[in-house]
């Protein structure tokens, strides 16, 4: 005979709830720290288990498989990044590489793009997460502020706005391979190659 009023979902909800939450941001961290360490095609779920200190039940009841471990732990890196509006195209991209840098630092996450990178070209699983959870998050709101830039008049109305990205991003990329990850060198890029690309973009003057 029940005696008391239903219980409802959030009664019946086991205790020590914050000790899953704990337990998902381990699981995730570990993900992060061993696909630096050992990469992506290395890395087991049986690792992350025990560099998490989790029970196996903790990581398969979250995740059926290493792809879905790996793109969720990809996603946290690549937290979505706020579309600045401070009405030049120096500032927006000043305040969205200031941005960028802020996650990595905070997520230590700077070692994981290069070595996502390379094992990325190489394997179609890795290369679709990659790209979907970190590449195209950051290309869309750098889409953003370039496009707000050309409709401000600050650049070429038949501006590539993609090869622009590319020419944006590449040698901040290519830096962040030769230094091995260190984001020092990669920032203080950023601002001077806006300013070198700028003469190029900038609107002609009339009859040039």
């Known amino acids: ?6 219980r409802t979902a959030t009664d019946r909800r086991p205790p020590g709830r914050p000790r ?3 337990s998902h941001r381990a699981i995730v961290r570990a993900t992060l720290d061993l696909l630096v360490e ?4 290395r890395l087991t779920m049986e690792q992350v288990q025990r560099r998490a200190g989790v029970g196996k039940a903790t990581i398969y009841r979250r995740w059926d498989s290493k ?6 732990a990809i996603q ?9 509006d401070t009405g030049s195209l120096a500032g927006d991209y000043a305040a969205l590489a200031a941005a960028v840098v802020s996650i990595a630092t905070d997520r230590n996450a700077a070692l994981l793009m290069p070595r996502l990178l390379a094992e990325a070209s190489r ?4 290369h679709a997460i ?3 959870q970190l ?10 502020v370039l496009e707000r830039a050309r409709d401000r008049g600050e650049l070429r109305e038949d501006v590539d706005i993609e090869l622009t990205i590319d020419m944006l991003a590449g040698p901040v990329i290519y830096r962040l391979l030769l230094t091995g990850g260190d984001l020092v060198p990669a920032a203080a890029l950023a601002p001077r190659l806006l300013d070198a690309l700028l003469t190029g973009l900038s609107p002609r003057p009339p009859g040039r």
């Open 76 to 84: 946290y890196v690549g937290a979505e990044l706020p579309v600045p």
């Open 67 to 72: 792809a879905e471990l790996v793109k969720d």
């Open 20 to 22: 899953s939450e704990r």
């Open 123 to 126: 394997d179609e699983e890795l």
């Open 130 to 132: 990659f790209y979907a």
């Open 135 to 144: 590449v195209e998050p950051r290309r869309r709101v750098t889409r953003i």
């Open 38 to 41: 050992v990469g992506y095609q």
């Open 1 to 6: 005979m029940n005696s008391g009023p239903a």
